[in-house]
T-cell receptor, first 116, second 115 residues
């Protein structure tokens, strides 16, 4: 079984600053994927970034980057140059690669508030 | 990215009635669809996984007779909450993926209130 831990229930950051959202995971599967999703107050889940367990380089997508430290089993999300629209819940998720498809298990989430 | 449309976005129903929620992939064929339930300020809990043309696989603790899932085509999956009770009130959200894709596309979610 896999487990995702997000220890920060809430985070505050000033606009234009960078912020790191923590995520650790536990799995015995050798092949897995790590995901980050954003959920604004409207409820929809927005895919942000993906990291494969065998990827050599950390994933980046625009202002989002994933600080993947495999030995420590951590997959922190870094948001650079925060914007007011970044205020939302952020979920880390993990899935073993099973049968060629992913079924993510989600962490409890971190609420991010960006101050002007 | 691909679009998944979930309908309705909000529904209020009386206790004892059934409610159907639709999840459609608009511009791709979804080989697998997932249904999640989310309580306020909590994480998403996977309820079931459905593959087109076959029975859904339910997670432990999810009543399959209570939450009926049908994945009749590659673009449509439905979740029917049967004989709804106030404790079924929650946010339900679907997602869809294609084959070996690493990305799951989420619908907008449905907020169900049972009164």
């Amino acid at each position: 079984a896999q487990k995702i831990t997000q220890t920060q229930p809430g985070m505050f950051v000033q606009e234009k600053e960078a912020v790191t959202l923590d995520c650790t995971y536990d799995t015995s599967d050798p092949s897995y994927g790590l995901f980050w999703y954003k959920q604004p107050s409207s409820g929809e889940m927005i895919f942000l970034i993906y990291q494969g367990s065998y990827d050599q380089q950390n994933a980046t997508e625009g202002r989002y980057s994933l600080n993947f430290q495999k030995a420590r089993k951590s997959a922190n999300l870094v948001i650079s140059a925060s914007q007011l629209g970044d205020s939302a819940m952020y979920f880390c998720a993990m899935s073993p690669r099973s049968g060629g498809s992913y079924i993510p298990t989600f962490g409890r989430g971190t609420s991010l508030i960006v101050h002007p | 990215g691909a679009v998944v449309s979930q309908h309705p976005s909000r529904v209020i129903c009386k206790s004892g009635t059934s409610v159907k929620i639709e999840c459609r992939s608009l511009d791709f064929q979804a080989t697998t669809m997932f249904w999640y339930r989310q309580f306020p300020k909590q994480s998403l809990m996977l309820m079931a996984t459905s593959n087109e043309g076959s029975k859904a696989t339910y997670e432990q603790g999810v009543e399959k007779d209570k939450f009926l899932i049908n994945h009749a085509s590659l673009t449509l999956s439905t979740l029917t909450v049967t004989s709804a009770h106030p404790e079924d009130s929650s946010f339900y959200i679907c997602s869809a993926s294609v084959g070996r894709s690493t990305e799951a596309f989420f619908g907008q979610g449905t907020r169900l209130t049972v009164v």
